[in-house]
């Protein structure tokens, strides 16, 4: 029996920084699939913040008010997750 690996390049890649972040993180991607959607949510999977995208490049994102702890940033693209990214709010 054989199986076969899906060995197809990553359609997005996201960098998160600062990261800690205090007041804001800026996400870069680069994607060759339209990444439709910037979400980020805590871990218990509630969304944070939700913004449509145009195009690659850079995207600050406000963490003012939100609690200390680690947060999922994800790339969406046609309902499909296509990368993503941890992040850690730290207050002052």
Same mark, same amino acid.
């Given at each position: 029996?054989?199986?076969?690996?899906?060995?197809?390049?990553?359609?997005?890649?996201a !960098?998160?920084? $600062?990261n800690? *972040?205090?007041?804001?993180?800026? %996400?870069?991607?680069?994607?060759? #699939?339209?990444?439709?959607?910037?979400?980020?949510?805590?871990?218990?999977?509630?969304?944070? !913040?939700?913004? $449509?995208?145009? *195009?690659?490049?850079?995207?600050? %994102?406000?963490?003012?008010?939100? #609690?200390?702890g680690?947060?999922?940033?994800?790339?969406?693209?046609?309902?499909?997750?296509?990368?993503?990214?941890?992040?850690?709010?730290?207050?002052?």
């Amino acid at each position: 029996v054989f199986a076969s690996i899906n060995e197809e390049a990553p359609v997005a890649a996201a !960098h998160v920084y $600062p990261n800690p *972040a205090i007041d804001e993180f800026t %996400i870069e991607f680069t994607a060759t #699939a339209d990444v439709d959607r910037i979400e980020v949510l805590d871990l218990s999977g509630r969304i944070m !913040h939700s913004i $449509p995208t145009m *195009a690659a490049g850079p995207t600050a %994102i406000s963490t003012r008010g939100w #609690a200390n702890g680690s947060y999922l940033v994800r790339l969406v693209s046609k309902g499909s997750i296509v990368a993503g990214a941890r992040v850690i709010v730290t207050g002052r």
